[in-house]
């Protein structure tokens, strides 16, 4: 099992940034594929970004259209914690961000192909 714990939601104005963590505890894996996933009211699940392991300390990046160029996924393996940092947001950002974590290392932006998920933390960004 993995736990995952996110944190670093709140409320914004439009053009501010915030920087998501996510904590990660039980049988960890460097290789597992870790990801971003969000959820507006009333909408469904929506990638939004993934951090693949593709080699010794070597992850490629991957991001939704909607904010690429505006948004960073990144980890610190040393204490098993993943960040989305998050520049210019728009009032569009505001949903429940959640951290996932897929044994896949092939796993991308569907939702289903991760078994493990965090509580979710609440980015609100006003305009």
């Known amino acids: 099992q993995v736990q995952l714990v996110e944190s670093g939601g709140g409320l914004v104005q439009a053009g501010d940034s915030l920087r998501l963590s996510c904590a990660a505890s039980?049988?960890?894996?460097?290789?597992?594929?870790m990801g971003w996933f969000r959820q507006a009211p009333g909408n469904e699940r929506e990638f939004v970004a993934t951090l693949k392991w593709v080699g010794t300390n070597t992850y490629y990046a991957d991001y939704a259209d909607s904010v690429k160029g505006r948004f960073t996924i990144d980890k610190n393996n040393a204490i098993n914690t993943l960040y989305l940092q998050m520049n210019n947001l728009k009032p569009e950002d505001t949903a429940a961000y959640y951290c996932?974590?897929?044994?896949?290392?092939?796993?991308?932006?569907?939702?289903?192909?991760?078994?493990?998920w965090g509580q979710g933390t609440q980015v609100t960004v006003s305009s």
């Open positions: 996932a974590a897929s044994i896949r290392s092939s796993a991308g932006g569907r939702s289903s192909e991760y078994a493990y």
């Open positions: 039980g049988r960890t894996s460097n290789s597992y594929t």
